[in-house]
């Protein structure tokens, strides 16, 4: 009879790993869910986002042809450029004498640090606020966040015809304090569901809904639509491990394959606190 140990086993411990790892990454990140996620393949290293502008509504005379219009397309480019990886090699001993489970400590530490990374990307995406025609880089009025700065902000996204009900402020710890003193500022445990707790939103204001994130700095609040930043995956986060017998340790290796894209000439989000 044949034995049934770890070399049978480990390959679905692997999976599990890697999923969970995943997971992780989705359930800790609290950007990814907020922008627009396109699909990728493999041979892909780009993603090809279209835009264009509008028509012009025309009268139509009597016994006079009517000019056909032309729009042109542009492309925004999203490069999947972002291969991140973090690797641990844990000695046996360490292991061994470690009174908690070190390694599952490891992976949860490796998702968390993934997870991060990919928000800070996404952050700086966001921060890329068109800077000119139109200006979407604003000062606070005052010292620091305050209603004028919002409803500023609310201001220019309707201009660009964006529906402020669906989009997003971001605010650092600093300027989440500033944010609790307005108000018309709404918790989350307050209109409604708690489902927002999960994501990690924090409340609304003037319809839009409040995420805070230690990526954010205090003079770089964020209000963007969804659809402000693309953001694709073309490798989930995976785990891999390895025997390093001269070193009497194993090394863990977890890694991913990712780019973003600042949408629109930065058109649809407006950075508040700075305008440069």
Same mark, same amino acid.
């Given at each position: ?66 000019? /056909? ?29 470690? #009174? ?32 000119? /025609? ?19 902000? #609310? ?93 009497? /340790? ?27």
């Amino acid at each position: 009879m044949a034995d049934f140990g770890v070399t049978e086993s480990v390959a679905v411990a692997h999976v599990q790993i890697a999923e969970s790892i995943q997971l992780y990454l989705q359930e800790q990140s609290k950007l990814l869910d907020k922008v627009t996620v396109y699909p990728v393949a493999k041979g892909d290293n780009s993603v090809k986002i279209g835009r264009a502008g509008g028509f012009t509504v025309g009268d139509k005379s009597e016994n006079t042809a009517v000019t /056909a219009q032309v729009i042109t397309y542009a492309a925004d480019t999203l490069s999947l450029d972002q291969h991140k990886v973090i690797q641990v090699r844990l000695e046996d001993i360490a292991n061994i004498q470690a #009174r908690p489970d070190i390694i599952r400590d490891i992976l949860m530490r490796m998702g968390h640090d993934m997870a991060y990374k990919v928000d800070q990307l996404i952050i700086t995406k966001l921060e890329a606020a068109s800077a000119s /025609a139109p200006d979407h880089r604003i000062a606070y009025a005052g010292a620091t966040l305050g209603k004028a700065d919002l409803l500023a902000a #609310r201001s220019l996204l309707h201009i660009q015809n964006v529906p402020f009900s669906e989009c997003w402020i971001g605010v650092s710890p600093a300027a989440e304090n500033s944010l609790l003193a307005i108000d018309d500022f709404v918790h989350v445990d307050k209109y409604g569901s708690s489902a927002g707790l999960v994501s990690g939103e924090i409340g609304k204001l003037y319809g839009a809904r409040v995420i805070m994130s230690n990526g954010f700095a205090d003079l770089k609040t964020i209000v963007w639509h969804p659809t402000a930043v693309a953001f694709a995956m073309q490798k989930q986060p995976s785990f891999d491990q390895m025997r390093d017998l001269p070193n009497l /340790a194993t090394l863990y290796s977890v890694d991913a394959l990712y780019g973003s894209a600042t949408l629109d000439s930065g058109k649809r989000q407006v950075m508040l606190g700075t305008a440069a």
